[in-house]
């Protein structure tokens, strides 16, 4: 009887003091927190990537001591926006199984600062980068402007024939479904080279990168529906528009 006591006794706490982490502690945890969001959210790697082409481009530019704070500072703030998303879903997550509207305006509110904090990102990347990148690129993109019109429609037929062709050598897709490339990629980034080639001066550079943009949506749109892989994509969208710039380049 006394050991069936003992046994159903309850172990006795540790009066011992539970160690305070230290310092280093402290900055292992925090950078666990950043592998965590690094692989779980698909979001913060394109932010890092994003992150990672501007500082290249910083230095290609030359950008000034300002400049660069600036583009230090809009970084810091996208990438701390969306990791405090991040948190805050994973707390709601964990806090409730079912539908709360409150949860959800909770979720909302912090992809609103993400939005805020990406726009105002973008806007100062145009702001610090505009009149560096097209004095940079004014060279190549003259070339492209003086190029004859039958150029622009004979590329946009000659990517179309080669995603067809590439697309019956693989034995993969339709031509306009599936398969590698993808042909609307293809199209939208020749139609990027082609609009950059059709605006003048003053508003080339605007253009340009607007056309780029709605190309990105539209590849990415191509990945988020299933119908394509991100390297059918990809190799769309650079055949797209390599091949466009080759025969501008080449009959200007």
């Known amino acids: 009887m006394t050991l069936l006591t003992r046994e159903r006794r309850p172990p006795r706490e540790s009066s011992a003091p539970r160690r305070a982490p230290t310092l280093l502690d402290s900055f292992n ?19 890092f990537v994003v992150a990672a082409l501007v500082l290249v481009a910083a230095l290609y530019f030359n950008v000034s001591k ?20 991040s948190a805050i879903e994973g707390a709601i997550d964990v806090s409730t199984t079912s539908f ?7 979720k909302d509110i912090a992809a609103g600062a993400v939005l805020i904090a990406s726009v105002n990102a973008v806007a100062i990347g145009y702001l610090v980068f505009a ?6 690129s004014s060279r190549t993109l003259d070339r492209i402007l003086e190029a004859p019109a039958k150029v622009t429609v004979i590329a946009l037929v000659i990517v179309v024939l080669v995603v067809i062709a590439t697309k019956a050598w693989t034995g ?5 479904r599936g398969g590698l490339p993808s042909g609307h990629a293809a199209l ?3 139609g990027w080279i082609a609009v950059t080639w059709l605006v003048g001066d003053n508003h080339r550079f605007v253009v340009s990168a607007l056309t780029f943009l709605l190309a990105l949506l539209v ?20 055949l797209g528009a390599l091949l466009t710039l080759a025969l501008f380049q080449a009959f200007a």
């Open 188 to 190: 939208a980034f020749a």
């Open 100 to 106: 709360d509207p409150n949860a959800k305006l909770a």
């Open 66 to 85: 300002l400049e660069l704070i600036a583009l230090l500072l809009a970084i810091a703030f996208v990438l701390i926006a969306e990791m405090i998303n």
């Open 29 to 47: 945890y925090a950078l666990e927190g950043i592998i965590h969001v690094l692989r779980t959210q698909r979001n913060l790697r394109i932010h």
């Open 172 to 176: 993969r897709g339709t031509p306009l």
């Open 219 to 238: 590849a990415q749109t191509r990945v988020e529906s299933g119908v394509h892989s991100a390297v059918e994509v990809f190799y769309g969208g650079a």
């Open 131 to 136: 009149g560096k990148t097209a004095s940079k």
